[in-house]
Every structure is written in C-alpha cells, then in structure tokens.
C-alpha cells in the first residue's frame, strides 16, 4: 500500500492552531516514516493580503475591545448573518483549492480551524468531490464555524465538546473524543536537577511559570508587579514569546523587582520549564491547557479573553483543574495560598489527571492512518 499524502491546514503562524498540525505531523511521521504530508497556513495560501489584514484587526479588538470579540463569537445571528459572505469568499478561494489538491493529490485534508475547515467543505460540496476532511478542534467550545455536512471526522479536545457538537447536529458517528494534539515531548520523563542546572535556576526556590501563549498575550506585566507581594520566596520564569516590545520592558525592569526573574523570549522548551515549575499563569489556549493537562501542573487563568478563552477556563474551573483571577493585580493573593496549601495543590493536580488526554496526537495520527 502506498504512504498517505495528507494536507494538514491552519491559519496564523504563531497559534495553537499551528502547533496542533506541527503535532499531528510529528505523530503521522513517527508511526508512518515514509507518509507525505503538506502543513500550510490555508489563510496566506488563499488570501495573504486579508491574511496580514485580519490578523492585525483581530489582535486590536481582543487588546482593546474584547467584548466586541465576545459578540461577535458564536452568535447565531452574526453566524447567519455572515453566511452569504462566508460562501462567496470559499467560492472564490475554490480555483486556488482545486489547483493544490490537483498538485498534491491528498488521500485526505485535516484542518485545525474552523475557516480551513469551511472553506475545504464547501469546496468539496460544490464540487462533488469526496475527499476526506477532519476537523480538529482547539477549543473547548464547538462554535457553529465548524458545522459543516460535508465532514467526516471531528476531533474533540473532550466529551463535553463532543456531545455539545451532537446537539449541533453533528452524527455521533462522525465524533472522537481523542483530546487536543500537542507534541508528544511533553508526555517524556525528563530530570527535573539537570533541567535546572543547566538554566542556571534556583533548586531551593519554587518557580512559577508565566506565560502570555505565542504572541506573550495578556497582563503579564501587572502579573508580575502583583507578584512582588508574594510572601514565598519564588523565581519566576516569565516567556515573551514573539513579544519583543514586553521583552524589552521587562529587561529594563527586571533589576528593579526583589523577587528573582529569569526572562525568556520563544523557546522551544516549554516542555522543560513546565516539568520545573510549581504552577503556571497563563492564557488557557486550547494546546497549551492540553500541555498543561498533560504535564499535572495547577493553572492560574488571569482575566482571560472573552470568546474561546473564557469558554476554555469555564471548563477547566468547572473540573477543578484551574483556577481564575479576575484581577491581575489580586493573582498574588492566589500564588501565596496555593504555596501554602498543598492539598489544594493536589486537588488540582488530580483534576488535570482526570481530563488530560496525553495521547491525543498519536491517537489522532492513528485514525488519519486508517482513513
């Protein structure tokens, strides 16, 4: 039999969504070597000047006007509303489709977004095509975006998810409850001495874990200045990720805080710095909190962003397995209770055993395999 030749589509570069393919596609690699797989970002093939354009929109909005983001975010009437555009924008996109399929020749498409996903569905609805589609879901929330006749195999990051996609409309049949896909690295044991050795870090000295995702979202600089109240003594190990201008703030600062910071800018080893610290405070992305769930680390969800993020914290409090900060200013008072308090600490380990779903890209990888 002939390797699979699989399409795997995204949109934004720096995103979960990305992460999500590049997961599936080291999972597909791993138990099929020799399978031929094309991981593009499905918005700058079709449209990279929107591409540009709407990203820069999106990223002002949730700064400046999230609850504009929380309205427009799964509303029926936006939903309906925007019908007649959605489809003339994946008519037009269809030559470009049909130009990539007939070039690759996929065995099956697999889309981490929901505009990939649509966009691929109706292509294949108006063109009668019959080639396999998958929607990966990212969230823990199955927005009306995804709902689409025309694909096959939804993947969900949990029950939950699943039976909220049935009341959709979605054919049980069609739905695997297998988890987020994220890369496999987090699920390996690592030595927690060697780790903070070779980062220079304090052994005797908890480290809490801040992060703002890819783009160092979020009000990590509040969070910190909160964290000067803390009466433990912590190390902090703060990731900017692609945020140079947070970057260069806090480096400036750094030598002004009493609690002992170490700055990072995108690292390729979140891995190792969740399995070393404490707790983390984060944005609950949808693959970060799969890592997170995975790696058993108690999570602090500090003023997440309405839509999806708050969608993805409503789910993790409601198992136990985070907690939420209204108040970034406050976030301190939570840190010196948690440290103080290592039954709490338990509890929310356990939750975070209870819902993470460690094996979800192998699993993913698997059923792409048998298609």
Same mark, same amino acid.
């Given at each position: 039999?002939?390797?699979?030749?699989? @399409?795997? +589509?995204?949109? $934004?570069?720096?995103?979960?969504?990305?992460?999500?393919?590049?997961?599936?596609?080291?999972?597909?690699?791993?138990?099929?070597?020799?399978?031929?797989?094309?991981?593009?970002?499905?918005?700058? =093939?079709?449209?990279?000047?929107?591409?540009?354009?709407?990203?820069?929109?999106?990223?002002?909005?949730?700064?400046?006007?999230?609850?504009?983001?929380?309205?427009?975010? &799964?509303?029926?009437?936006?939903?309906?509303?925007?019908?007649?555009?959605?489809?003339?924008?994946?008519?037009?996109?269809?030559?470009?489709?049909?130009?990539?399929?007939?070039?690759?020749?996929?065995?099956?498409?697999?889309?981490?977004?929901?505009?990939?996903?649509?966009?691929?569905?109706?292509?294949?609805?108006?063109?009668?095509?019959?080639?396999?589609?998958?929607?990966?879901?990212?969230?823990?929330?199955?927005?009306?975006?995804?709902? =689409?006749?025309?694909? &096959?195999? =939804?993947?969900?990051?949990?029950?939950?998810?699943?039976?909220?996609?049935?009341?959709?409309?979605?054919?049980?049949?069609?739905?695997?409850?297998?988890?987020?896909?994220?890369?496999?690295?987090?699920?390996?044991?690592?030595?927690?001495?060697?780790?903070?050795?070779?980062?220079? !870090?304090?052994?005797?000295?908890?480290?809490?874990?801040? +992060?703002?995702?890819?783009?160092?979202?979020?009000? *990590?600089?509040?969070?910190?200045?909160?964290?000067?109240?803390?009466?433990?003594?912590?190390?902090?190990?703060?990731? $900017?990720?692609?945020?140079?201008?947070?970057?260069?703030?806090?480096?400036?600062? @750094?030598?002004?805080?009493?609690?002992? *910071?170490?700055?990072?800018?995108?690292?390729?080893?979140?891995?190792?710095?969740?399995?070393?610290?404490?707790?983390?405070?984060?944005?609950?992305?949808?693959?970060?909190?799969?890592?997170?769930?995975?790696?058993?680390?108690?999570?602090?969800?500090?003023?997440?962003?309405?839509?999806?993020?708050?969608?993805?914290?409503?789910? !993790?409090?409601?198992?136990?397995?985070?907690?939420?900060?209204?108040?970034?200013?406050?976030?301190?008072?939570?840190?010196?209770?948690?440290?103080?308090?290592?039954?709490?600490?338990?509890?929310?380990?356990?939750?975070?055993?209870? *819902?993470?779903?460690?094996?979800? $890209?192998? &699993?993913?990888?698997?059923?792409?395999?048998? *298609?």
């Amino acid at each position: 039999m002939l390797p699979k030749r699989i @399409i795997l +589509m995204y949109i $934004s570069d720096v995103s979960g969504h990305r992460s999500a393919t590049m997961a599936i596609e080291k999972a597909l690699k791993t138990l099929s070597p020799k399978c031929e797989i094309l991981n593009i970002n499905a918005f700058n =093939y079709t449209n990279p000047i929107s591409e540009k354009v709407i990203n820069r929109i999106y990223m002002e909005v949730i700064k400046h006007t999230p609850k504009l983001w929380d309205y427009l975010y &799964d509303n029926p009437s936006v939903v309906k509303g925007l019908e007649k555009i959605k489809k003339s924008v994946h008519k037009s996109n269809s030559p470009k489709l049909k130009k990539l399929f007939d070039g690759f020749n996929p065995d099956l498409v697999v889309c981490t977004q929901a505009f990939p996903c649509g966009m691929v569905a109706d292509y294949k609805k108006a063109c009668g095509s019959n080639l396999p589609l998958v929607a990966v879901l990212t969230d823990y929330i199955p927005h009306s975006y995804w709902v =689409y006749d025309t694909v &096959d195999y =939804y993947i969900t990051p949990s029950e939950d998810v699943s039976d909220r996609l049935e009341k959709k409309g979605v054919a049980a049949s069609k739905i695997r409850s297998f988890g987020i896909p994220f890369d496999h690295k987090f699920n390996q044991k690592l030595n927690a001495d060697e780790i903070l050795h070779k980062l220079n !870090l304090n052994p005797r000295k908890p480290a809490i874990l801040i +992060m703002g995702g890819g783009q160092g979202l979020g009000p *990590i600089k509040t969070i910190v200045k909160s964290l000067e109240k803390v009466k433990h003594d912590i190390q902090e190990l703060i990731i $900017s990720g692609t945020n140079k201008c947070l970057y260069r703030s806090l480096k400036r600062k @750094i030598r002004h805080y009493k609690k002992e *910071i170490h700055l990072f800018g995108f690292v390729q080893n979140i891995h190792e710095l969740m399995h070393i610290s404490k707790m983390i405070i984060s944005k609950p992305g949808g693959v970060t909190t799969a890592e997170v769930l995975s790696a058993r680390l108690p999570m602090v969800i500090v003023k997440p962003i309405p839509g999806q993020e708050v969608n993805n914290t409503n789910f !993790l409090t409601h198992k136990g397995a985070a907690i939420k900060v209204d108040d970034p200013k406050e976030v301190y008072r939570v840190i010196d209770e948690l440290l103080g308090d290592k039954v709490k600490i338990g509890h929310l380990k356990q939750a975070a055993a209870e *819902i993470a779903k460690p094996n979800a $890209s192998m &699993d993913i990888a698997k059923l792409l395999l048998s *298609i």
